[in-house]
């Protein structure tokens, strides 16, 4: 069977940076900038992920804009005694269209495994949203150590989410994150390469799209087209003027 066809997309992450004025400045100068090339939205998905405070705002600020809002985090359950979690039917409710899950950090600050994130992308998903996962190696090394990590991460999602759901597969590599600059390009499309070829990945009726992430910016895309359909960005998208001139990468590259 063909694969779908996939679209480039490229988002970015505030992760716990910005104070909600900060937030709220950084969408207006978005749109400001989205603004002088309103076509941008045809050709690729855009979308921001705030922290859960702002997201009712960041959505009412981004309507009818196509940008997508997304969250940071999900439970797995949809309501409930789950005092301090986060609903996904509630985050679908007020529009939220994205759920990122795994990132590294909360499995390493929170300890989240494998099997949590699982059941978090299939929630997001059942709710009607597109579950962004995170997967990536922990430690620098060959291409191949770092794919059988993988590999592990993705079978579990791939298990749990329907057969037929959207998903995007964030690869951030974790010693990249956060660090001064991404990893190899080689090394990326080699990685991603591998991750694609996984009979759980093949085999799905949905639309499967893979990103990278981990110190990525403007200049990254060009080196990493072939591989990959889009970025995640961190730190290197909190400001709205590069993450405008990454999209623009994206959008124009053959
Ligand atoms: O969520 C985004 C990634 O963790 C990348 O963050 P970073 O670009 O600041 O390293």
Same mark, same amino acid.
């Given at each position: 069977m063909p694969s779908p066809p996939r679209r480039r997309i490229v988002g970015v992450s505030t992760k716990m940076y910005f104070s909600a004025a900060r937030t709220k400045a950084y969408i207006a100068e978005l749109l400001q900038h989205l603004s002088k090339s309103p076509k941008i939205l045809d050709q690729i998905d855009i979308f921001v992920i705030p922290d859960h405070i702002t997201l009712t705002s960041v959505i009412a600020q981004l309507? !009818?804009?196509?940008v997508m809002t997304g969250a940071q985090d999900a439970f797995?359950?949809?309501?409930?005694?789950?005092?301090g979690e986060v609903s996904p039917c509630v985050l679908a409710e007020v529009g939220c269209r994205i759920v990122e899950v795994g990132h590294a950090e909360r499995r390493r600050i929170?300890?989240?495994?494998d099997e949590d994130v699982a059941k978090k992308a299939r929630s997001a998903a059942r709710n009607g949203m597109i579950p962004l996962v995170c997967i990536g190696e922990?430690?620098? !090394?060959e291409v191949s150590i770092a794919v059988d990590e993988c590999r592990t991460q993705v079978e579990n999602v791939m298990a749990a989410v329907a057969d037929d759901a959207e998903v995007i597969l964030a690869y951030e590599p974790v010693w990249a994150i956060g660090a001064a600059e991404p990893a190899g390009a080689g090394y990326v499309v080699s990685v991603v390469k591998e991750i694609r070829a996984l009979d759980c990945v093949q085999m799905r009726e949905g639309v499967t799209r893979v990103l990278y992430g981990g110190s990525?910016?403007?200049?990254?895309f060009e080196r990493l087209k072939e591989g990959v359909d889009g970025l995640f960005l961190g730190r290197f998208g909190h400001d709205p003027a590069q993450f405008y001139k990454t999209m623009q990468e994206i959008a124009s590259a053959q």
């Amino acid at each position: 069977m063909p694969s779908p066809p996939r679209r480039r997309i490229v988002g970015v992450s505030t992760k716990m940076y910005f104070s909600a004025a900060r937030t709220k400045a950084y969408i207006a100068e978005l749109l400001q900038h989205l603004s002088k090339s309103p076509k941008i939205l045809d050709q690729i998905d855009i979308f921001v992920i705030p922290d859960h405070i702002t997201l009712t705002s960041v959505i009412a600020q981004l309507e !009818g804009s196509k940008v997508m809002t997304g969250a940071q985090d999900a439970f797995y359950e949809d309501s409930g005694a789950y005092t301090g979690e986060v609903s996904p039917c509630v985050l679908a409710e007020v529009g939220c269209r994205i759920v990122e899950v795994g990132h590294a950090e909360r499995r390493r600050i929170f300890g989240e495994m494998d099997e949590d994130v699982a059941k978090k992308a299939r929630s997001a998903a059942r709710n009607g949203m597109i579950p962004l996962v995170c997967i990536g190696e922990r430690t620098k !090394g060959e291409v191949s150590i770092a794919v059988d990590e993988c590999r592990t991460q993705v079978e579990n999602v791939m298990a749990a989410v329907a057969d037929d759901a959207e998903v995007i597969l964030a690869y951030e590599p974790v010693w990249a994150i956060g660090a001064a600059e991404p990893a190899g390009a080689g090394y990326v499309v080699s990685v991603v390469k591998e991750i694609r070829a996984l009979d759980c990945v093949q085999m799905r009726e949905g639309v499967t799209r893979v990103l990278y992430g981990g110190s990525a910016g403007p200049g990254l895309f060009e080196r990493l087209k072939e591989g990959v359909d889009g970025l995640f960005l961190g730190r290197f998208g909190h400001d709205p003027a590069q993450f405008y001139k990454t999209m623009q990468e994206i959008a124009s590259a053959q």
